[in-house]
Every structure is written in C-alpha cells, then in structure tokens.
C-alpha cells in the first residue's frame, strides 16, 4: 500500500516532463514565426 504515494507523484512528475517537452517543442517550432512577424512589423 505505501508504495502506491511515490508511484503517483513519479506519475505526476512524469506527466509535468512531458508537458513541458511538448511546450519547448511548440516554442521552438514558432520563435522564428513571431520573431519574423516582429520584423517585418516594427
């Protein structure tokens, strides 16, 4: 039974990565988009 507590927050901990992986390919995909509009803008 005590073992269920860390499986969840390794879980959890897991999910977060994948988030955040997922986040810093999305960003890395569109920074040169917006700094290309911000050029051609200002």
Do not use: Y
């Not at 499986?7 to 990565?17: D, S």
């Not at 999305?26 to 917006?34: C, D, N």
């Amino acid at each position: 039974m005590n073992d269920a507590n860390p499986g969840k927050r390794q879980h959890k901990l897991q999910l977060f990565v994948d988030f955040m992986l997922e986040l810093g390919c999305f960003a890395i995909q569109w920074i040169p988009t917006i700094v290309h509009w911000v050029i051609v803008a200002s």
